[in-house]
């Protein structure tokens, strides 16, 4: 009964902005956003530890995307903002229980379906 759900994908114009949700069925301990456009290997975009002390941007996205997570309702978020074609992606929530000193590289145990981001020049 894992179950990790994202919502907030869509089309958005470039500049412009998107949040993301990811809807958890339990406590993990690691979170965190990977995505994956067409012909391309999927990669860590973001990620948050449990108490949000520890995050981790991809450096294509510093300064433009944030990560949180809102423990008492069990969800992650993804705000995007000045969004980029290239930002373009199937972006997918994944997750992790077992507690992590590093977060960069970590092994996630579970992931959502994936939601669809385009940004239109």
């Known amino acids: 009964q894992v179950q990790l759900v994202e919502s907030g994908g869509g089309l958005v114009q470039a500049g412009g902005s998107l949040r993301l949700s990811c809807a958890a069925s339990?406590?993990?301990?690691?979170m965190g956003w990977f995505r994956q456009a067409p012909g391309t290997e999927r990669d860590l975009v973001a990620a948050?530890?449990?108490?949000?002390?520890?995050?981790f941007y991809a450096d294509s996205v510093k300064g433009r995307f944030a990560i949180s997570r809102d423990n008492a309702k069990n969800t992650m978020y993804l705000q995007m903002n000045s969004l980029k074609s290239e930002d373009t992606a199937v972006y997918y929530c994944?997750?992790?229980?077992?507690?992590?000193?590093?977060?960069?590289?970590?092994?996630?145990?579970?992931w959502g379906q994936g939601t669809q981001v385009t940004v239109s020049s």
């Open positions: 994944a997750a992790r229980r077992e507690v992590i000193a590093s977060i960069n590289g970590a092994f996630y145990d579970y």
């Open positions: 339990g406590r993990y301990y690691l």
């Open positions: 948050i530890n449990w108490s949000g002390s520890r995050t």
